[in-house]
């Protein structure tokens, strides 16, 4: 499947990534971070206990996976080369400071997605890697959802295993913004260590000491200055938790939810697995632009003109649908469960996102879904389902 959006994606990335190289050239290695600057980035130690004991096991010459997850800023966009990305920075760096141990790095990020699709897929593609430190960056991409999916997301991470450290990091927007305020107080209620890209350089933009173009290709993502420095204060806090006492054993179970836990056990049922009771005029379809620039490698999708409903059977309390629906698409799109709508989604409803929440908190059994877009006379761009994910 090849389709002018993607292509526009595709290319828009492209010559991002010339400007990633053309605009670092000069200004890699004449923007340098002061203390002051470092400082500001740091906004938590949290507990380092969890950090202590995977450094403890890095020391030892073990094998260590760090795991990051995000959007497309972690995915590595849009630096000029992988090993600019500010994921492959911070791995080195692991090497670097434990050279006995076998570092591996797991990037699970994908462009344009945030805390609710990666509650989804949080387990099959990232957890069941075995990971032993994680990042999680999402500050710029959750301004469509709200805290639960993202507590739930940190919730899971941290329930899989005693020893799993992890850090939040928060990126920043040309003009200041990001979801950081409400992201911190998550993290601050379990006690983990936070990073701020926007706390080191927001105040040098506002006063002119750093323009935007020394540190962004565009609106939010860096340059390869803007990965190194995101590097730099990452690995300036790992600096400070292998100095850090840590303060206790951590404790085997969780405080109750901050805003609420329902995505936490959440599971992702791709393309390739979901069995259609009726699927007349949609196509099983391999795309030809796999993560991190896509949602999925596989879709659903629908041929032509058709305006006939998917529908499948499902088990749970919830769901949410990950579709492919274009920002330009003016045509309504119903989601059903059990024969009624749930969601009737619009450009004026959902004009940025592609995953929505269709219902919550139904009596926990099997359940109807169907999927349907009623066609206008507009513009007819493509549109498909990459799969469900299911709330037990």
């Known amino acids: 499947m090849k389709t002018a959006s993607v292509m526009k994606r595709r290319d828009l990335l492209a010559i991002a990534a ?17 203390d002051t600057v470092i400082r500001r980035s740091q906004l938590s130690l949290g507990d380092p206990a969890r950090f202590k004991r995977v450094f403890d ?24 080369a992988p090993a600019n990305g500010y994921a492959a920075r911070v791995s080195d760096w692991w090497r670097k400071t434990f050279p006995k141990a076998r570092i591996e790095m797991v990037n699970a990020a994908i462009g344009g997605t945030g805390s609710l699709y990666g509650s989804l897929r949080v387990e099959q593609d990232f957890l069941s890697h075995d990971l032993d430190a994680v990042i999680i960056e999402f500050a710029v991409n959750d301004a469509w959802t709200d ?28 003009h200041g913004g990001n979801e950081q305020e409400w992201q911190q107080k998550i993290g601050a209620y379990y006690d983990l260590p936070m990073v701020s890209f926007r706390d080191a350089v927001w105040p040098e933009l506002q006063s002119g000491r750093l323009k935007v173009k020394d540190i962004l290709v565009d609106i939010v993502h860096p340059n390869d200055t803007g990965h190194r420095i995101t590097a730099e204060l990452v690995t300036t806090q790992l600096d400070s938790l292998r100095n850090a006492e840590a303060i206790g ?3 085997p179970a969780l405080p109750s939810p901050l805003y609420g836990n329902r995505f936490q056990n959440a599971h992702w049922i791709g393309a390739t697995r979901l069995k259609p009771q009726n699927s007349n005029g949609w196509t099983l379809t391999r795309t030809d632009d796999p993560p991190p620039h896509a949602l999925g490698p596989d879709i659903w999708l629908t041929e032509p003109g058709v305006e006939t409903p998917l529908s499948l059977d499902w088990q749970g309390t919830g769901l949410v649908a990950v579709m492919w629906l274009e920002n330009g698409d003016t045509n309504p799109v119903t989601l059903e469960i059990d024969g009624k709508p749930a969601q009737i989604i619009t450009t004026q409803t959902q004009p940025r996102r592609n995953v929505v929440t269709v219902a919550l908190d139904l009596p926990k059994g099997k359940h109807s879904f169907s999927i349907n877009r009623k066609l206008g006379i507009d ?3 493509p549109f498909g389902l990459y799969g469900i994910g299911i709330i037990p």
Do not use: C, N, W
């Open 249 to 251: 054993a951590s404790s």
């Open 57 to 80: 096991r890095a020391k030892r010459g073990e094998t260590i996976r760090i795991g990051f997850i995000g959007g497309s800023i972690t995915a590595g966009a849009i630096a000029s």
């Open 147 to 174: 805290q639960e999916p993202f507590e739930s997301l940190v919730r899971h991470v941290l329930a899989s295993s005693l020893d799993i450290a992890v850090m939040l990091l928060f990126m920043v927007y040309d």
């Open 379 to 381: 513009a007819r761009p």
């Open 18 to 34: 010339i400007l990633a190289t053309t605009t670092s050239l000069g200004a890699a290695e004449t923007v340098q971070l002061s």
